[in-house]
């Protein structure tokens, strides 16, 4: 997922003092559910590992509960996972109904969702979805009803396929997020700016085409993250990882709504002042970045997407430190003690080694 775009020093966002603004202090007086409630739309028969990785990063990264709206056949699997999640097997795709069943079952989905919806501080929309006709047609009616309860929307994977050929669903919804991979925004560019992807002029591209969506934010994935609400632009540029192991997406969308649903609770008290989507776009692919880079060090070729999501909590801890947030000289100065005692302990296990042979 290259980029030609270019981020220069004026482009380039604050990822550290922002994730040190919004990340919430851990206190006992605190209940369960304050910390965030996060919910995914998607999970079907052949997808169940990305509504997983996208649920299971939301909790580690420190939401209180995440939720996983899937179809019947994907749930076992997907419960299977984690006992952590609350799974929900109420979505349903055409080959295992009949058309007469159609209507009755499409609004038996709405029941249940109504059921929950007001509860979840953000929802995630698409990771492992699918294109099956009628299991679009019943998520379109769900990010209708979140619409209409006013809760934010990140999308993301076949979501992303849905919103495309049918702008209508997001257009004008500021607390919508999309989160496009190249391929993703090329066919977002053609719908709505009826043009090819220029990155020569990529920062105005991006700012006319979150507009012409009626001022949604778009965080568009490549070599650096560029994300903009149509006001204005800022970029990722922070050096994660070269492996490129499906699923990483779907750590950014859980990533993301997790620092989304925080941003808003720091914008509702009065403590940021940027727009709440765009801090938690930054946020979420600051993180998601230096999780990677950790993972990498350790395995290498080897790094599977698994393997990111457990260095989400202890990149975290870079910007906390005893419940205390730490500087942005304090995270490099972690960083290279880190680096420092990794060195020694090879040098001793070489040693080590060459001791037992």
Aim: proline content about 4%; charged content about 25%; overall charge positive.
């Amino acid at each position: 997922m290259q980029s030609g775009m270019s981020s220069g020093p004026s482009l380039e966002a604050d990822s550290v003092s922002i994730l040190r603004s919004i990340i919430p202090a851990l206190e006992s007086t605190k209940h369960k559910g304050q910390a965030g409630k996060v919910a995914v739309v998607g999970g079907c028969r052949e997808y169940t590992g990305a509504p997983y990785f996208s649920a299971i990063s939301a909790l580690k990264i420190g939401a209180d509960l995440s939720h996983v709206f899937c179809t019947k056949d994907a749930a076992p699997v997907i419960k299977s996972y984690s006992p952590e999640l609350i799974v929900h097997p109420i979505l349903e795709e055409s080959y295992s109904i009949r058309d007469e069943e159609k209507s009755l079952i499409s609004a038996k989905v709405i029941a249940e969702v109504e059921k929950w919806m007001e509860r979840f501080d953000c929802l995630v929309v698409g990771p492992g979805l699918g294109r099956d006709p009628f299991l679009l047609d019943c998520v379109s009616n769900i990010m209708k009803h979140a619409r209409e309860c006013n809760v934010p929307m990140v999308i993301d994977g076949d979501g992303l396929y849905l919103v495309t050929n049918c702008l209508d669903l997001v257009s004008g919804y500021p607390l919508a997020v999309l989160t496009p991979n190249v391929n993703e925004y090329k066919r977002l560019v053609q719908k709505v700016l009826n043009s090819e992807v220029n990155d020569q002029n990529g920062t105005d591209q991006l700012l006319a085409l979150a507009k012409g969506i009626g001022g949604v934010t778009i965080l568009r994935k490549g070599n650096s993250d560029f994300v903009s609400d149509g006001k204005t632009a800022c970029a990722v540029s922070i050096y994660g990882s070269p492996r490129r192991c499906g699923g990483q997406g779907d750590i950014l969308s859980g990533s993301v709504a997790v620092f989304l649903s925080w941003a808003r609770q720091c914008a509702a008290k009065g403590e940021v002042s940027m727009n709440p989507t765009i801090l938690g776009c930054v946020a979420g692919s600051a993180l998601l970045r230096k999780a990677a880079s950790l993972a990498f060090e350790s395995k290498k070729r080897s790094t599977l997407t698994g393997d990111i999501i457990e260095c989400l909590g202890r990149r975290l801890l870079l910007f906390e430190h005893g419940f205390k947030v730490l500087s942005s000289s304090e995270v490099l100065l972690a960083d290279k003690r880190r680096l420092k005692v990794r060195r020694k302990f090879r040098v001793h296990y070489t040693k080590e080694l060459i001791a037992m042979t």
